[in-house]
């Protein structure tokens, strides 16, 4: 139970800044979140230049499996 729900809440949290904050590179006060993105971006470079395919997973994440994950908790 944990699992879904550690699951479906990083997917209705961290992952939806992502979608929500797509400036998230050049704000002068970032966020906790924007940091976040910030040290992933170092990592995968897909996600600081927006990748179509990446936001287009992201929000699959975000809509289906976060609440599908929090359904099945």
Known sequence: ?????????TNLI?????LFTPNYL?????????????EYSKADSRYAARDTTIVA????AVFLRG??????F
């Open 26 to 38: 050049t704000k002068e006060s970032p966020s906790f979140f924007d940091e976040i993105w910030k």
């Open 1 to 9: 139970m944990c699992w879904w729900a550690i699951t479906g809440l």
């Open 67 to 72: 609440p599908a994950s929090l359904l099945k």
């Open 57 to 60: 997973i992201e929000v699959i």
């Open 14 to 18: 961290i992952e939806a800044s992502l």
